[in-house]
């Protein structure tokens, strides 16, 4: 479907204008953009004014009920799974608008929070309007939760939108990506590794990185066992570090043409596997630690002396 790089937020608003909402939007890109966007567009979907006024009013009884503390999207915790906090949030006080994300401890959007929100769904309207779920870090959902998401968006409920907000739109399903309206925010700045400017912690990993030419098998697997701990804050610093290790290689793989080399394969091939390690962090219970290890054993193998 419809994909807009230029104004991203022209599409949604085409939407609220002409009130042709879609069952299904796909908000993916860096930052918090794509989060605030969905927001906005989840409060114009339920808002009740006049159609030629802009949307979301302000003024409505629906954007008094939608309206957030703090411009945020609520300060309910989920903790995904719904022993001490709840499984999804609603918008504001509104009874139709539904948010749901990673619980605080949590490294996957868990399957148990789409099968509430899939329950909820079901059941009519509240207020008798239109229904709208945010599932936000659409990334983190896991394999099966991804599946049950899909069901819904193969027989969405009357009258009821859902938008997934995701960094990147290439770690969903094809089959979500494809049912799904895009908008395309711009995704993940590309961060400098080398400068003055660079954080510390950058700096350091930088260092070690440019250290892996030489590196032996037991310094990767003393790095990686760095990552042991809680999943949750482990994966995260994986994730960090692999991106990282994407970085460098490009750069490396940018070098290696300047100076006229061709046989690139190996450092692709090692790029490919980083991505997919990413994939395996955010999709699968996949083990922190082993996953650092088999990204930086690639890197090593396809930069290697
Ligand atoms: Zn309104």
């Known amino acids: 479907m419809t994909s807009q790089a230029s104004d991203p ?37 339920a808002c009740t004014a006049q159609k030629a006024q802009p949307r979301p009013c302000g003024e409505c009884p629906a954007c008094h009920r939608s309206q957030t503390r703090d411009g ?8 995904g799974t719904g022993k001490s906090g709840p499984l999804y949030r609603h918008i504001g006080e509104h009874a139709d ?4 994300e990673r619980g605080r401890d949590d490294t996957r959007v868990r399957i148990g929070q789409i099968r509430a929100l899939q329950k909820a769904l079901r059941l009519g309207a509240n207020e008798g309007g239109w229904r ?9 959902l896991n394999a099966e939760a991804q599946n049950a998401l899909l069901r819904l968006l193969e027989e969405p409920p009357p009258r009821t939108c859902l938008i997934l907000v995701s960094a990147r739109a ?14 395309v925010f711009p995704s993940e700045e590309r961060p400098a590794l080398r400068g003055d400017d660079v954080a510390e912690e950058t700096a350091a990993l930088v260092e070690r990185f440019d250290g892996i030419v030489t590196a032996s098998l037991g310094e990767l697997v003393g790095w990686a066992e760095e990552y042991r701990g ?15 290790g994407s970085e460098w290689l490009r750069d490396q793989v940018h ?23 990413r994939r395996d962090l955010a999709t699968r219970n996949a083990n922190p630690q082993m996953i650092a290890e088999k990204g930086l054993i690639a890197v090593r193998l396809a930069v290697g002396r």
């Open 9 to 45: 937020t022209r599409l949604l608003e085409n939407s609220l204008e002409s009130g042709r909402i879609h069952s299904a939007y796909l908000i993916s890109g860096a930052g918090e953009a794509p989060r605030h966007a969905a927001l906005w567009f989840a409060r114009g979907v």
């Open 72 to 79: 945020a999207e609520g300060c309910i915790a989920l903790d």
């Open 97 to 100: 608008l539904y948010w749901i």
């Open 132 to 140: 709208v779920a945010v599932v936000a870090e659409a990334e983190w």
């Open 170 to 183: 290439s770690a969903l399903l094809a089959t979500i990506r494809s049912r799904s309206v895009k908008v």
């Open 230 to 244: 809680p999943r949750a804050s482990s994966a995260e610093k994986v994730d960090a570090l692999l991106a990282l």
């Open 255 to 277: 070098t290696r043409v300047r100076a006229g080399e061709r046989d690139l394969e190996g450092a692709l091939d090692a790029w490919k596997t980083l991505s997919r390690c």
